[in-house]
């Protein structure tokens, strides 16, 4: 054999190694990348469903006040409405920053991304125009609020399921377990999500709407009273004298700077003052403000007044009184 065959040879031979060799980088990097993109594939539809989920979550809560609105009064639904403002942006913002899917689902995600939005927007606006209505009746403003928010979640809706349409069979079985049917508008219940009809029952309900009524509940002394004299409350000389007012919040909205005023007159109609204040009284809540060492010495006639510093829609509660004689011995 030759020199230049063997040269030959020897060159097929270095041209079928590489030759192999750039086959098998191919087929390792064709593998690697699939490997990649199904593992994108699998992280982003894990993310959608958690997201999808919680929207689910969500919109059973707006649907569950929409259906007790009666009876569930203004404070509730205040509260409801402002955890799904809170929560619809939170799953909206953690949403923008999963990556981006295949490029298979970018239409789909695109559909997500809608939902998100339209979703966050509209009970932002739902929340502004039922506040604003149990406010005022005949807000137009607040109506008009209510229906663009109610029209946002439908369009969110309608493109969630532009979404779900987008993902192949495979996709739906990744994940292990069904997407959930998100619907803040539920198909068949859509009369109960009107604007119109949704004011009316507010108006109708007296819970719904904004009522400012502090009360004057109850008022206790320390030493507390024993026994009578000439039917006035007998009340024992001690060291001091004390006055516990208990401070209600029988109304539907939150209370603020709460000024309680308590007045000591005596029998020669002198009077004493004091005040104290409540920060903040939640629609529903008690406080009890104390006034201490009352200046009402022995033997001497004396009235207790308390009132509230602010005039509220139910005036004949924010007013008590209590007449009492101090006793000259212990």
Avoid: C, K
Avoid at 220 to 233: C, H, M, S
């Amino acid at each position: 054999m030759s020199y230049q065959q063997v040269r030959r040879r020897r060159r097929r031979h270095i041209l079928v190694g590489l030759v192999v060799l750039v086959v098998i980088v191919a087929v390792a990097y064709a593998v690697t990348r699939v490997q990649s993109e199904q593992q994108q594939r699998r992280e982003y539809l894990d993310r959608a469903l958690e997201f999808a989920e919680t929207e689910a979550d969500l919109a059973d809560q707006l649907a569950d006040m929409v259906l007790r609105l009666e009876q569930i009064g203004r404070p509730v639904m205040a509260s409801t409405l402002d955890d799904l403002q809170q929560g619809t942006a939170a799953a909206a913002r953690d949403l923008e920053t999963v990556e981006s899917p295949p490029g298979d689902l970018a239409e789909a995600d695109r559909y997500l991304a809608i939902a998100a939005v339209r979703w966050r927007d509209g009970i932002s606006r739902v929340r502004l125009g039922l506040i604003g209505l149990s406010e005022a009746a005949m807000d137009q403003e607040a109506r008009d609020l209510l229906q663009q928010g109610l029209t946002d979640l439908r369009v969110g809706d309608t493109a969630f399921v532009g979404f779900l349409e987008g993902l192949g069979e495979d996709d739906l079985t990744t994940v292990g377990r069904e997407f959930p049917a998100v619907e803040f508008v539920p198909g068949g219940a859509e009369s109960l999500y009107e604007a119109d009809g949704l004011a009316e029952r507010l108006i109708l309900a007296p819970g719904l709407t904004v009522l400012e009524n502090l009360a004057v509940a109850d008022l206790r002394l320390d030493p507390a009273p024993v026994g009578e004299q000439v039917g006035l409350p007998v009340v024992p000389v001690s060291e001091s004298l004390n006055a516990d007012v208990t401070v209600a919040n029988r109304g539907t909205v939150r209370a603020v700077g709460v000024t309680v005023i308590l007045e000591l007159v005596t029998q020669e109609a002198t009077v004493e003052r004091f005040e104290r204040e409540v920060a903040v009284l939640e629609p529903g809540a008690l406080t009890t403000v104390s006034f201490t060492g009352l200046p009402a010495e022995p033997g001497g006639l004396y009235e207790i007044l308390v009132s509230l510093g602010a005039e509220d829609d139910n005036p004949a509660d924010d007013r008590i009184s209590f007449t009492f004689i101090r006793n000259t011995s212990e």
